[in-house]
């Protein structure tokens, strides 16, 4: 076998090997069948739900800090609503923003359908960044961001207003940054740009530790820290 047919062989065995334990991922990570109801809903209105792995790994980040107050820049139809809700504390709240008045329409009834009171939820109707503004800082404890992906390093600016000491931001679609080099004929566009943008902002923030999550379409997750004084 020659040298060339050896690498190809070893660069075929390790995309083998990746396309496996993604697949083990996402059948790690059960769905009941609400949760499978509204991801189908979500893809049938073409509003990209989050993957199963996508949304356990929601629920353990809620989970992990006994979040009470969450927002959610993107409705969709409810998949990632119940992911959260399911992670966070019973006398929680999750705000959720979407433009889109057909998906709050239907994620409002899988949020019902998953058992969640009405209270538990506030939707609001409208764009992030004119809704996220309106919100008080340092009042939540977690911020999830899937949106217009452009608009990712404002989103981003929001978020940390928004979180208290030790809250969490995430976004998704994060792989986006880990696309292949771009070469003269192949700038990326204003999306993925932001996405990189967004990735290097939160990896070189000295009050955030940050973490990507190789799940569903990419997660890029970070903690706000309390301000460190002294040596």
Avoid: K
């Amino acid at each position: 076998m020659s040298q060339t047919t050896r690498g190809e062989a070893a660069i075929a065995s390790r995309d083998d090997t990746l396309a496996h334990t993604l697949t083990h991922l996402e059948q790690y990570a059960v769905e009941d069948a609400t949760l499978t109801s509204a991801r189908e809903a979500g893809q049938r209105a073409e509003s990209s739900p989050v993957s199963a792995s996508g949304g356990a790994a929601l629920r353990f980040l809620a989970a992990s800090i006994g979040a009470r107050s969450v927002v959610e820049v993107g409705t969709g139809c409810g998949s990632s609503g119940i992911w959260l809700l399911r992670g966070m504390r019973e006398d929680s709240v999750l705000t959720s923003v979407d433009i889109e008045p057909e998906y709050q329409e239907l994620a409002r009834a899988a949020y019902r359908r998953a058992g969640f009171a009405a209270g538990r939820v506030r939707l609001i109707l409208g764009r992030g960044l004119h809704v996220l503004p309106r919100l008080t800082d340092g009042a939540y404890d977690m911020v999830f961001v899937d949106a217009e992906q452009a608009a990712y390093p404002a989103y981003l600016t929001e978020a940390l207003r928004l979180l208290r000491n030790g809250g969490i931001v995430v976004f998704n679609n994060a792989l986006e940054a880990a696309t292949s080099p771009d070469g003269p004929l192949s700038a990326p566009d204003p999306g993925t740009a932001a996405v990189r943008e967004v990735a290097r902002s939160v990896r070189d923030d000295e009050e955030l530790i940050p973490l990507l999550l190789p799940i569903g379409e990419g997660l890029l997750a970070a903690i706000r820290e309390e301000p460190r004084t002294g040596g």
